[in-house]
């Protein structure tokens, strides 16, 4: 009796790997998600499906991720490529406020749109503390590394966020919750593809 089954295919180390198809796969399947993480980030449509499109790219390029990570790596190539972009720092306290592009392709119901608006409105920097520490819930560890600034910086940084959020919440009369509101709108994001 052979045992040997010279048919079959030793597994492969590479298989163990996302493949350029799998990240095309990831993007086409979580775009909306993923892009309206790129949209809070950057707060600019425009902006947006360009940290979309260097995310894409950067994941497509990248032979080295085991396949059980590629969908956290899809969304982590966004948020480095939108640090790339918006150069986020703790010394822009003073940041504009950025109001939403009119022309946004996202279609959001009235909630949303309000959560959005309301991440909008921060800062640059507490914008990307909040969406990386709060909604994408990376350690202040990971937020500082990303920023490329101390644990205090990121701290201190959601400290503010939540509390202008809080301000506007109360000024406008929006959920109590907005964390777990705005996380759960931003999960939507993705889901809404089924929906369609």
Known sequence: MNLLCTKRRPPSIADDYATSDDFRELFTEDMTALHLLAYLLTGNDEKAEQCFVSGLEDSVNNNSVFKEWARAWTRRTIVQSAIRMMSPRP???ASA????????HL???????????????LGVFERFVFVLSVLEQYSDQDCSIFLNCSREDVNAARVRALQQISEMVQRNGAPEDYATTARANLADGGEARHSN
């Open 97 to 104: 406020i950025v109001s939403p592009n009119d022309n946004a």
């Open 107 to 121: 279609q959001i119901d009235q909630a949303k749109h309000a959560a959005i608006e309301t991440v909008l409105a």
């Open 91 to 93: 010394d822009h306290l």
